[in-house]
């Protein structure tokens, strides 16, 4: 399992870091040949799209979580149960996708300036829709291949296909300028990853087969799930949507651009999530709960370590990389920089207990999604005429720190590890007192050394392993305080 957890860490790591930086090259060429404006009609685009996606009601997750344990003790009927349940209801799920999302063609000029795009607009989003719709087609096998302990190949298969892709939307966006050329290389990619992740099941899932039988377990626990995602759906992607509505398109180009920058280090943080979660998921299925407790205490560490040094490195950096990468007038206030950080500190430390709900089956707190996505919503739509961008910002900080910081967890220590909520406030206290004291000690020293004059991408680097170097050490001797951590990195060490 170990040789296995490193081979997945090193090819989920190559291929991360070639989608980032194309992505970062990407995004330059699109606002330079394309317009700020229709890089933010772009990104709205993406997140009214999460709003179609709602029709998958959780029923990736609740299968995933229904494979671990037949794939475990090889039980073929079980498994012919679930992918025939999968398949059943994905495809419902894309015709419903494409009859709606094309219907909302009728809506669109609540939030756009039809003007700017005439007929045009109805294109791009129509062929947005179809892209989402067909995705559905080969959602199943990337599904069974990662319960099955094959994420190295549903990785290979991602990222040979986005390198591919966005290496031909990059040429075409120089070359022809169209946005519509950019959309239809999508549709293209999503049909390359259906025809390989096609290709190896008809290889090697030969024995799976469609039976009549749907898994009413799953219905459930989707219906549960369905309330999750809306939650998510409501605090990830509303903020483009109300910045749309009260202020402009112009912003939504800004603001997303470093939110590519926030993407990319959650994505980095994914690398390990990624992997870590077929294995969390067999491990929960073997395992008494003290055990997936003990688990849960030592990988929370790691996260908020981790955390706490990207958190210092990008705050120190981000500043001199956009205006290196896309120019000064690109720049946020520090305020609103601080805000998005504290969002992407928060995002990263959830990870793990996430993860670990996920796996243990936890998935009826209907209630608290409801909660998360109301009081982000509410907050948002309040603030952003008030404080513009930051309104927005701080609006999902207020549901992050009263669900995702504070009711989530309690709950799953008391579902998923019998423990009490008072002792995650203690643990999760320590840990914010470390990183505190690591973000206080870091910036003194930081301050202190001239690194502002940042004009050629070479200081920005040499700048990056300054930062990077005394944040680690500093970060290292912090958490060094608390005796789980000098045990973890005993481990670590030995491997």
């Known amino acids: 399992m170990k040789n296995s957890f490193k081979n997945n860490l090193k090819i989920n790591l190559i291929i991360t870091l070639i989608t980032s930086i194309l992505s970062f090259v990407s995004n330059k060429y699109f606002s330079k040949y394309m317009g700020i404006e229709t890089l933010g009609l772009m990104r709205l685009f993406t997140q009214i799209v999460a709003y179609l996606n709602l029709a998958d009601m959780g029923i990736g997750m609740a299968s995933a979580y229904a494979l671990y344990k ?3 003790e090889k039980n073929s009927e079980k498994i012919n149960i679930v992918i025939s349940t999968i398949d059943y209801f994905y495809k419902r799920i894309s015709i419903f996708i494409l009859i709606v999302g094309l219907l909302l063609n009728i809506f669109l000029h609540n939030f756009i300036e039809i003007t700017d795009y005439g007929v045009l607009l109805y294109i791009y989003w129509s062929l947005y829709v179809f892209n989402t719709s067909i995705s559905y087609f080969y959602a199943k096998y990337s599904i069974l291949f990662t319960a099955n302990q094959e994420y190295e190949r549903v990785r290979i298969i991602q990222g040979s296909g986005r390198v591919i892709f966005q290496i031909l939307q990059i040429i075409f966006m120089i070359k022809i300028k169209s946005f519509l050329l950019f959309i239809v290389i999508m549709i293209l990619e999503n049909l390359y990853l259906y025809i390989f992740y096609r290709k190896h099941f008809v290889k090697k899932y030969s024995n799976i087969k469609r039976v009549k ?6 219905i ?10 809306l939650a998510g759906v409501m605090v990830f992607n509303t903020d483009y949507i109300v910045l749309s509505k009260f202020t402009s398109l112009s912003i939504i180009g800004v ?3 470093y939110l590519i920058v926030y993407q990319m280090i959650m994505t980095l943080i994914g690398i390990i999530s990624n992997v870590l979660t077929p294995i969390i998921g067999k491990f929960v299925a073997e395992n008494s709960k003290d055990l997936i407790y003990k688990k849960w205490e030592e990988l929370y560490l790691i996260y908020f370590y981790i955390s706490t040094f990207m958190i210092i490195c990008t705050y120190n950096l981000i500043v001199p990389f956009v205006k290196l990468w896309l120019g ?4 946020l206030p520090n305020l609103t920089i601080v805000l998005i950080l504290i969002n992407l500190f928060i995002q990263m430390t959830r990870g793990v207990t996430e993860t670990f709900k996920t796996m243990c089956g936890f998935f009826d707190d209907t209630y608290a999604p ?4 109301g009081l ?4 948002s739509l309040i603030l952003v005429q008030k404080m513009g ?3 927005v910002i701080i609006g999902t900080i207020i549901s992050n720190v009263v669900v995702i910081l504070s009711l989530k967890p309690i709950l799953v220590f008391k579902r998923c590890f019998n423990k009490k909520g008072l002792d995650y406030l203690k643990i999760s206290s320590l840990y914010f007192v470390l990183t505190g004291i690591s973000v206080f000690l870091c910036q003194l020293i930081v301050k202190r050394i001239k690194l502002d004059n940042i004009e050629t991408w070479l200081n920005w680097i040499l700048k990056a392993f300054l930062v990077g170097g005394i944040s680690i050490v500093i970060v290292t001797i912090i958490f060094l305080l608390d005796k789980n951590f000098k045990q973890i990195l005993r481990k670590i060490t030995r491997i």
Do not use: R
Not at 328 to 331: D, R
Not at 370 to 373: V, W
Not at 376 to 379: A, H, M, Q, Y
């Open 213 to 218: 039988n749907i898994d009413k377990k799953i």
């Open 70 to 72: 037949p794939l475990s």
């Open 220 to 229: 459930k626990d989707s219906k549960n799930l369905f309330w999750h995602k």
């Open 376 to 379: 982000n919503l509410v907050f």
């Open 255 to 257: 603001y997303s651009s």
């Open 328 to 331: 000064n007038e690109y720049i």
């Open 370 to 373: 409801f909660l998360e996505g």
């Open 389 to 391: 961008l930051n309104g």
